[in-house]
């Protein structure tokens, strides 16, 4: 059996493994759009809450727009 602390540190390690994915999702998608002129992109997976905290730290607008028919959407604009 792991100690709480042993398991909390797994536990934030997990969050922060989870986030920098999001953020490289993120992050290509963006480059895509930019790539094509355009100045919003959208990301059809999951944004957890301190993607989407560093996300608007660095400008970006983000808009949840997932529901249960279509999934995670999110909306990132700039």
């Not at 390690?13 to 290509?28: C, F, G, P, R, V």
């Not at 959208?42 to 989407?52: F, K, M």
Request: with cysteine; proline share 1%.
């Amino acid at each position: 059996m792991i100690t709480a602390k042993e398991a909390r540190e797994k536990a934030e390690n997990s969050i922060i493994e989870k986030t920098k994915e999001q953020l490289l999702m993120a992050q290509h998608g963006i480059e895509e759009a930019v790539k094509n002129g355009e100045t919003k992109c959208w990301i059809g997976a999951h944004l957890g809450e301190q993607a989407i905290r560093k996300l608007r730290n660095l400008g970006y607008e983000i808009e949840n727009n997932s529901d249960q028919r279509d999934g995670p959407i999110f909306w990132i604009r700039w």
